[in-house]
Nanobody
């Protein structure tokens, strides 16, 4: 069992930055691949970025490449999402999610493959 708690969301102007954090409970954090997803009102939850268990591999949606950076600190059981050059279309609830790394060649982008989810944190970008 992994419990995830996101923080760091808020209201920011176009072009601004935010840093989200996701703190995980448990002693096996380093055995999980981690992902960030977001959901805008009236839309399906979509993949934003993911990082493998060691932090050695990262994956990004095309819409955030070059603007967002995912990282993790396994000693602190925390994954981060640095978001720069924010746009109004980045608005939504951001969720972190965990998936056991065993057997994964690459970290998936499909929400349904992640077993554990946080409660989400709201990010609003004003134009």
């Amino acid at each position: 069992q992994v419990q995830l708690i996101e923080s760091g969301g808020g209201l920011v102007q176009y072009g601004g930055s935010l840093r989200l954090s996701c703190a995980a409970s448990g002693r096996t954090f380093s055995s999980y691949n981690m992902g960030w997803f977001r959901q805008a009102p009236g839309k399906e939850r979509e993949f934003v970025t993911a990082i493998n268990w060691s932090g050695g591999s990262t994956y990004y949606a095309d819409s955030v490449k070059g603007r967002f950076t995912i990282s993790r600190d396994n000693a602190k059981n925390t994954v981060y999402l640095q978001m720069n050059s924010l746009k109004p279309e980045d608005t939504g609830i951001y969720y972190c999610a965990a998936k056991g790394a065993t057997g994964d060649v690459a970290v998936p982008s499909t929400p349904g493959l992640y077993a554990y989810w946080g409660q989400g944190t709201q990010v609003t970008v004003s134009s």
